[in-house]
């Protein structure tokens, strides 16, 4: 499975039909670059906290963290009764938080924080009827006395992390308040003034432990063109232009209720240490004369223009230094998309985050594991599940494109449409990522079952120079050929399940990139001239 060769001067592979042509270009290994977050690296998503207390779902955060770097990993259902924070005894409330710190033990033993999203009701604070999301049933109806409960759950609690963490450490977390306000009635059973309500008793509450602590919000779901989450609950016939529209990306698109938040927020002296939204490349729109709806996606610029325009709204706001975080995002927020399993995701991952360095301080995939149960147990071990690694432990080709960001330096040396050349500060060594997102398909992002495995290879014709002579570069490439576990899977058979024995070979396989290696002339030159087959990664890494 490993095709290893030693080249010296450069490489040149592939075909002599190429899009895209690239002039040569020289990059000097000596220069300083611009430095640059890894912000792709700061956090990831899982599915509910309870799914946290399970050894797979450990065994796989230990995984991404140790390889893709994350810190911080951020899922709903902390306050869900499953984690049992409420219990009344003899008609008093009684807070239990040991199914929260065993939690939160296991994760911090694993060099991970939580980005603590406080979601959702306790059965005892809801409403009597509430209404319920997934098949594990949130609570997401408030009472009238609910936001009064609430204030007291959420002081305890954090008074609790203070105690039981230390400031220090508590003061590295984020209390993010709610998950998707805006999808009424999906996860928020209430108004837009309910939500402001909640927020205003979650702020005063965490910053009544230690004003130094952050909260933010509102955590409202994709973008919009249009003005169906204006009003106090969600108005689906507002979405009629945007489900009629010829060209959906020539509309102009806007985050939902972060204006609105901010200048309440402001009106009510509140504080806001972060914003937080989810810039899904997705909608789903309505026709109200039918009351049918259609998913649509938009083409791949669009969570560059998105986050755009949330800074300059933010910039424009009272709060114009918080910090941004982007706590989900995927190519789409259906945990049933075939995509999400193949190969083109990891080149819309690489391309996506190389494009927005400096807009965010966090774009958290949704989500570092399959083991998430929004809808129940799948039947098949490739479902379309959010994950970058799938129930049996299968690491998908979205894992690669996290495993290989996190190599990148932190000075950018030089960057196009489909190359990023880096340099660690400490080591001095070169690190570039290069992916082939093909032309033709760059009026959509990848969804759906289509394997995209055809389309325009781009020409990578580069040359580094001031390398020390004969250094060595590791070049590992993730194509439809190597590494893509559900093409590997499917010339299997499709086994359902997979036997003990195949499941072995088959992490064999979805680990094993075809890997090269070439050295630089007596003269510190190397020369890097190949083409990349369609939504192909290269990662060339300096070992020596």
Not at 59 to 87: A, K, S
Not at 363 to 389: P, Q, R, V
């Amino acid at each position: 499975m490993k095709a290893i060769k030693i080249i010296v001067f450069g490489l040149i592979i592939g075909s002599s039909l190429f899009g895209n042509a690239q002039k040569s270009i020289s990059i000097n290994a000596q220069d300083t670059g611009e430095q640059f977050d890894h912000y792709w690296s700061e956090m990831v998503g899982a599915g509910r906290a309870n799914e946290g207390l399970r050894a797979g779902w450990l065994e796989q955060l230990q995984q991404v963290q140790e390889n893709c770097g994350f810190e911080y990993v951020r899922f709903h259902g902390l306050f869900h009764d499953d984690m049992f924070p409420v219990i009344i005894e003899r008609g008093k409330t009684v807070y239990n938080w040991q199914y929260i710190d065993d939690l939160f033990d296991r994760m911090l033993d694993l060099n991970v924080k939580p980005f603590v999203e406080l979601a959702f009701l306790p059965t005892s604070m809801a409403a009597k009827d509430s209404k319920t999301v997934f098949w594990w049933k949130a609570n997401i109806t408030p009472a009238n006395d609910s936001f009064e409960k609430w204030h007291d759950l959420i002081k305890a609690f954090t008074q609790h992390c203070v105690d039981r963490y230390g400031i220090e450490e508590v003061l590295t977390w984020y209390f993010e308040v709610w998950n998707e306000p805006n999808l009424y009635p999906l996860f928020w059973d209430g108004t837009k003034s309910q939500y402001f309500e909640l927020y205003k008793q979650s702020a005063i509450a965490v910053k009544s432990v230690d004003e130094r602590l952050k909260v933010g919000g509102p955590s409202t779901s994709n973008f919009v063109p249009d003005t169906r989450f204006d009003g106090e609950i969600t108005d689906d016939k507002a979405s009629d232009a945007v489900f009629n529209a010829e060209d959906i990306n020539s509309l102009q698109w806007h985050g939902v209720w972060i204006e609105d938040f901010l200048e309440y927020c402001h009106k009510e002296k509140l504080p806001v240490d972060f914003v937080t939204t989810h810039p899904y490349p997705t909608d789903y729109a309505f026709n109200p004369e039918t009351g049918k709806g259609k998913g649509l996606t938009r083409f791949a610029k669009s969570l560059k223009l998105d986050l755009e325009w949330l800074n300059e709204t933010i910039a424009k706001s009272h709060y114009p230094d918080v910090e941004i975080h982007l706590t989900e995002w995927n190519t789409s927020p259906s945990s049933r998309d075939d995509m999400h399993d193949r190969l083109p995701a990891a080149a819309y991952i690489v391309k996506s985050n190389l494009d927005c360095i400096g807009l965010t301080n966090s774009l958290a995939f949704w989500t570092f594991t399959d083991i998430f149960e929004e809808k129940g147990g799948a039947s098949s071990i490739f479902h379309g599940g959010f994950g970058m690694i799938n129930f049996q432990g299968l690491v998908k080709p979205s894992y690669h494109a996290y495993r290989m960001l996190h190599e990148l330096g932190n000075q950018q040396l030089y960057k196009d449409d489909y190359l990023f050349v880096s340099k660690e500060t400490s080591t001095g060594n070169v690190v570039a990522l290069a992916y082939n997102y093909p032309v033709e398909y760059e009026n959509a992002v990848p969804a759906g079952t289509d394997k995209r495995e055809s389309g325009t290879a781009k020409k990578l014709d580069f040359t580094l120079t001031g390398l020390e002579a004969n250094t060595m570069f590791e070049i590992e490439i993730l194509d439809k050929d190597h590494g893509n576990i559900h093409n590997f899977w499917e010339s299997m058979g499709k086994p359902e399940p997979p036997t003990r024995e195949e499941i072995k070979v088959m992490k064999t396989y979805a680990n094993t990139m075809k890997t090269e290696f070439v050295k630089a002339d007596s003269n510190g030159n190397l020369t890097i001239n190949r083409s990349i087959t369609p939504w192909s990664l290269v990662l060339i890494k300096q070992i020596n």
